[in-house]
């Protein structure tokens, strides 16, 4: 069993500043990808960013310039530096990682519960 958990989420003003961080544990063998995806009212989830255990990058385009990904291994950890945030970047941020463990080696998609993140005008 693999949880996920986040952290960092609240209320801020827009061109604030935010980080999010999300901390995987349980019986996790190797992780791949790390990344944070949202969810606005009334519209489907989508990428934010992610980033592979060789450290490639991906963005949304919404958010290039702005948002930053990182991850520590070591910890099983990944970060969202948010900057210059925008009302249209509120929403509800999940985490998802890729996860190899003993009994499913060739990995599995995990999810956070999620974490709100509020921008107001």
């Known amino acids: 069993q693999v949880q996920l958990v986040e952290s960092g989420g609240g209320l801020v003003q827009a061109g604030g500043s935010l980080r999010l961080s999300c901390a995987a544990s349980g019986s996790i063998f190797s992780i791949n990808a790390m990344g944070w995806y949202r969810q606005a009212p009334g519209k489907q989830r989508e990428l934010v960013a992610v980033?592979?255990?060789?450290?490639?990058?991906n963005y949304a385009d919404s958010v290039k310039g702005r948002f930053t990904i990182s991850r520590d291994n070591a910890k099983n950890t990944v970060y969202l530096q948010m900057n210059s945030l925008k009302p249209e970047d509120t929403a509800v941020y999940y985490c998802?990682?890729?996860?190899?463990?003993?009994?499913?080696?060739?990995?599995?998609?995990?999810w956070g519960k999620g974490t709100l993140v509020t921008v107001s005008s």
């Open positions: 998802n990682a890729h996860v190899s463990t003993v009994i499913a080696t060739w990995g599995m998609d995990y």
């Open positions: 980033i592979t255990s060789g450290g490639r990058l």
